[in-house]
């Protein structure tokens, strides 16, 4: 029986999802701003990658642009970013950055995170994985606004219960094989480094290939993670024959799902197989960490790792894991917990719907001081580990907002 506050809060939100709903179509919503000294462009390319056409967005230090008016993303969310505004190459080449959206969302979900890291001399590119369904590039999304909310009814708020109600299908028609991701992060890197060796690509020159970084949120988390490093043991690992009944797979916990219940993660050879070894560091949001063995598999990562994750405990991922992860790798190794905050306060394609500024705990007040901390964080640790540059690092030791705890190991 659901009792006091979580009764309210989801009895709030049916009412105001229902009654209320998202900002209507003509209209978008700004998010927050960029804090670099860099103005922002933005651009969507496409790759083709097995037969089919993925949309790239992409974000990078641009001229100013006198009168230009900001991008409205296809999420209805307004951002700081100019559409193909010319690029700045006095100071290139710049440190490239892919990052992997959540399971179901797209490449242009956290607005004000990855304008920022362009903000700051950074070339981020993000492409809509094979799962993107509820927002797109381009396009219109396949999950609709009411499925979205009779999801969250049906899982009476539970972060897990949510994502198999919206993706359950999906994960079940793939067999919970998600080693796409990872493939589909290195195609990514392969084309932007095309697109730099090209004379005629407008990013000509723009990355260093020796600087490359991958963050991302939720499963695009869990991609980082195995594009970075982190290796899939199954030689020892004996699985629950009840996870590895392909019959009850929609019954899964997806966030400690064992992966070795699938025959290609047995069968690999080589355990780090997924890794891509042209990335340097990493930055997981909120990460499904889904790896068998998982202390031995931390301990085995060999570049610079930062964890972003909330607090709240029905919606958010499992700190339990986070924390084993952290635990077993070695140094240069942070995790940042913010304080009141869920899964999807990095998604700021979730401002347009009114509702969950009701809801949850991250939208609900303060967002733009938990969404500082998602910048100042990320920019200090790729200026660190990619740049060299120790110009921010003070606040990788020391908290410089108020709903940030920090852990931290580093030489």
């Known amino acids: 029986m659901l009792k006091g506050k979580r009764t309210v809060g989801i009895i709030t939100f049916i009412a105001a999802a229902l009654w209320i709903g998202p900002v209507p179509e003509a209209e978008g919503t700004k998010t ?3 804090d670099g000294p860099y103005p922002v462009g933005v651009k969507i390319e496409r790759m083709n990658y097995h037969g089919r056409e993925i949309p790239l967005m992409v974000w990078y230090p641009a001229m100013p642009q006198t009168g230009a008016g900001s991008y409205l993303y296809n999420t209805r969310i307004q951002g700081s970013a100019v559409l193909n505004a010319p690029a700045e190459k006095k100071d290139a080449p710049y440190p490239l950055l892919i990052f992997s959206h959540g399971l179901g969302a797209c490449g242009c979900q956290s607005v004000f995170y990855t304008e920022n890291l362009a903000s700051f001399g950074y070339v981020v590119v993000a492409p809509d994985h094979d799962d993107s369904m509820m927002c797109h ?39 919970f094989d998600l080693s796409y991701r990872s493939a589909e992060a290195r195609a990514v ?11 005629a690509s407008f990013l000509s020159g723009m990355m260093d290939p020796d600087r490359i970084g991958v963050t991302g949120h939720s499963l695009g988390g869990y991609t980082s993670l195995m594009v970075g490093g982190v290796p899939f043991h199954c030689d020892d690992e004996k699985p629950d024959p009840e996870l590895c009944d392909t019959d009850n797979f929609k019954k899964i916990d997806l966030r400690r799902m064992d992966p070795c219940c699938l025959d290609i993660m047995r069968e690999m050879e080589d355990p780090f197989q997924l890794r891509d ?26 570049i610079p790792v930062m964890i972003i994750t909330g607090d709240n405990k029905r919606m958010e991922v499992p700190w339990d894991r986070i924390w084993t992860l952290y635990t077993g790798a070695p140094p240069p190794k942070y995790v940042i917990r913010l304080k009141e905050t869920d899964h999807m306060t990095i998604a700021d394609l979730t401002l347009k719907v009114i509702a969950a500024r009701f809801v949850l705990p991250g939208f609900r ?26 110009s921010r690092a003070a606040v990788l030791r020391e908290p410089s907002n108020r709903f940030v705890e920090l852990w931290f190991d580093a030489p």
């Open 189 to 199: 890197i392969d084309q932007a480094l095309n697109w730099n060796q090209n004379p």
């Open 277 to 302: 070894e042209r990335v340097k560091a990493i930055l997981p949001l909120g990460p499904a960490v889904i790896f068998p063995n998982l202390e031995r598999a931390a301990a085995e990562l060999k």
């Open 365 to 390: 007040s303060h967002f733009a001081d938990k969404a500082q901390a998602y910048k100042e964080y990320s920019v200090a640790f790729f200026d660190l580990y990619l740049k060299g540059d120790d």
């Open 32 to 34: 927050v701003a960029p």
């Open 137 to 175: 590039i381009e396009g219109e999304p396949d999950v609709s606004y009411l499925g979205l909310v009779w999801a969250f009814i049906k899982s009476l708020g539970n972060l897990e219960k949510m994502v198999m109600a919206l993706f359950g299908d999906h994960l079940t028609k793939i067999g």
